[in-house]
């Protein structure tokens, strides 16, 4: 109808020419018309044409506005429920941020912290349980999308006046004392063991949790500390006033990311949502 031949319109569906034709009689046999009579002027329009284009047109054109429009999200004025899934080691100081963003710049939208590792992210993402992840991701699946976000290093945590010792702490006092460890698999082995073993030293590790919080409040009742990521460190630390200590053996970094499903890449409202996670986690990283 807007070009009046077959050859113009191939072109704007980007489609061949043959193949308008053959669409043009399957609707010359549905709908029982000609539709376009060729002439001296080319292709002329019959009325049923004429009939069905006034009828149909502003449809068209309500699909194209809402296939051509450019999704918006205005945050201050969407309820929307977000969902965040972090281990409790970024829990901590990660969502107090988020909370003083999302009062300020989306007051009514609602914020839901699922707890996550490694072991668990891509069911939770395939799940839609979480809109995005945070943490050490060791494998993703091809449908999943991730953006690296900063490497993190380690600390030593403990109750500097229970256990009668002052930071730095010596790796002396690192091997002798008891430990507290982190592990979501429940292996009673980690990264600071393997760097032990490479100066054939080991610790004793007195408990083993998958809760980081928790390991930060056990060390106000045992005499023992624990290794936790910097972050998580400095947070409990301070809340908990217990101190930290740089490790005193070589312990190598973590890679720090955020995934998320790909068919939410080009979502506006978790766009925001993910820049804003984004700027807390290199804000913290880099104070």
């Not at 669409?23 to 046999?29: E, T």
């Not at 400095?234 to 720090?256: D, G, Q, Y």
Request: with cysteine; proline share 5%.
């Amino acid at each position: 109808m807007r070009t009046r031949n077959t050859t113009r319109a191939a072109e704007a569906l980007f489609i061949t020419q043959p193949g308008v034709s053959h669409a043009l009689k399957r609707l010359r046999v549905l709908l029982n018309d000609e539709l376009f009579l060729r002439t001296s002027r080319g292709l002329v329009p019959t009325a049923r044409a004429e009939a069905l284009w006034q009828e149909l047109m502003p449809t068209f054109e309500r699909l194209e506005t809402a296939i051509g429009a450019t999704p918006k999200f205005d945050p201050a004025k969407s309820d929307r429920i977000f969902r965040i899934g972090l281990p409790s080691s970024l829990d901590v100081w990660v969502t107090p941020h988020l909370l003083q963003r999302f009062a300020r710049e989306a007051p009514i939208a609602n914020l839901i912290v699922r707890s996550v590792s490694y072991l668990d992210i891509a069911e939770q993402l395939d799940a839609d349980r979480i809109d995005v992840g945070v943490s050490y991701f060791s494998e993703l699946r091809p449908w999943h999308a991730k953006d690296f976000l900063c490497m993190q290093g380690y600390l030593c945590l403990f109750d500097s006046r229970r256990l009668g010792i002052k930071s730095p702490i010596s790796l002396k006092q690192f091997v002798e004392l008891p430990h507290v460890l982190t592990s979501f698999s429940g292996e009673r082995r980690g990264v600071v063991d393997d760097a032990l073993a490479r100066r054939k030293l080991s610790r004793r590790v007195l408990v083993t949790s998958s809760d980081f919080a928790s390991v930060a409040v056990y060390l106000k009742t045992a005499d023992a500390l624990a290794v936790l990521p910097e972050d998580a460190a400095r947070t409990f630390a301070k809340a908990l006033k217990l101190a930290t200590s740089p490790v005193p053996i070589a312990v190598p970094k973590f890679e720090l990311s955020m995934a998320w499903h790909a068919k939410y890449t080009q979502d506006a409202a978790t766009s925001w949502f993910r820049q804003i996670v984004k700027e807390i986690v290199l804000m913290a990283n880099n104070s």
